[in-house]
């Protein structure tokens, strides 16, 4: 349920505004003046506030400057009399939603939360992008670049036929979400969407697993009982790993797929099915096929409206909005209040190669989650395997400036099928007191030319003993402004053998 907070110095204000509201549809809380109000919103998340403009302690727009500074996704809307109607307008100039008039009619005051939740909600829509599928379990298919954006238009096409469909991908690319959103954006949606994991069945048990059997067909059928396939009538069944059924089960599958009817191990009848198929595979069927491990007639049979899903490295722009979801995911699971990732952070994640895909950078997400104590996940949170992809050779000459630590940026990424992929890694320059004192802290990196670990640790040692050269040697200094985790320091330094004293000239 939406939180809303209502702010106002005059008590009988906040109980006609907050009556006006409740009605079972938000959770309505209330503060007294700007200042409660700030430190509510930075206890606890709120949709939307209410907020007058003169009031004791901090006034509404100072509130409201505090407020967008801590969340700016949460809307502002400025009750005020009309002798202070100035005021309202620098208000929607500072980031409040809108602003209305005291005495406030409950029906216009209603009918602007309305409007500020559904605009809310286009903006999340926006920033995520991707139709509604109707997933069970609160999941979402994330996705805004142009490779998903084609995916997603041919799931929802092919949500409405009957066809079998073969989701081929890398592992933890989406294949299984694909096939929820095949089955739950269709017509079959109110029946069953049941998958078998065909890699997880012993082939002694396949047969009976997915047709069924009677009571006393082999030792140990002690009842009777139904398959998969029988179990999802009307629904989907979704084979995955399809590349994992032994020939016996090819053979029984394909004729399946071809009449439409299948016999119960150790029974005479043939039940009729009306399932859709859906198979999955990360596997390469093709090589399978000329091996002769896969059969072409059952390949040709599923294989007849085929979707790939392209592996995260070849689309790093949907990190940024995966990692939004999974942000808005783990903090309800594990009810914290981390508003995101980190600019850094967010640069490491787009230059790893990603071999597990989404479930890899899923798994990522919440380590940082567990991990994390501030409000962003920073880098320190991530895993070494990401935190040290920092790859970089020193070119060039000075960029003598101001450096408060190397900030990464991902430059323009080479062909996806490297191995390693290319990295910019720029000195980042801001208002910290001490000054670069000369050597190259501007860093571009062809990759092919190098080989990666030497040169990661050969960045990293120069970037390192520059720092400590700024820093005159000094490590809690050197920790702090080129942003550095102390402890990563020291070991780094042991690492390389650089001794920091050796850097204090004075
Ligand atoms: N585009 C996406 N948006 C949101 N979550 C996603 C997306 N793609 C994958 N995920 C999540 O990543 C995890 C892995 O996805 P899924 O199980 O569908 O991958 P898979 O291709 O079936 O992997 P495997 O081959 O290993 O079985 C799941 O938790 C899934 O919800
Ligand atoms: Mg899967």
Redesign the pocket.
Known sequence: MRRILVVDDDADLRMTVASALTEGQYIVEQAADGEEAVNRVRAKSFDLVLMDVNMPRLSGIEALKEIKAHDPSIMVIILTAYSNIRDAIEATRLGAYNYLEKPVKSENLVYMIDQAFKSQNMVKSLSYSAPVFNLPSGNEFVGQSNEMKKIFSVIDRLARVDTAVLIRGE??TG??LVAQSLHYSGPRKDNRFVAI?CSAIPESLMESEFFGHEKGAFTGADSRKIGKFQYAEGGTLFL??IGEIPASMQVKLLRVLQEKKFTPVGSNREIEMNVRIVA?TNRNLEVMIKDGSFREDLFYRLNVLPIQLPPLRERKNDIESLSKYFTDKFNQRYQKKIRGVSDEALALLKAHRWPGNIRELENVMEHAFVLEMEEMITIDSLPEKIRNIAVATPIGSVNSGLVSGAILKTGTTTDSDDDIEEVNLSAHADSSEVSMDGSAMSFRMSVQKFDFQASKEEFEKQFLIEALRVFKGKINQTAIHANIPKKTLLRKLEKYGIIAKDYNND
């Open positions: 592992s933890g294949k299984e994991n995955d790993e999955a």
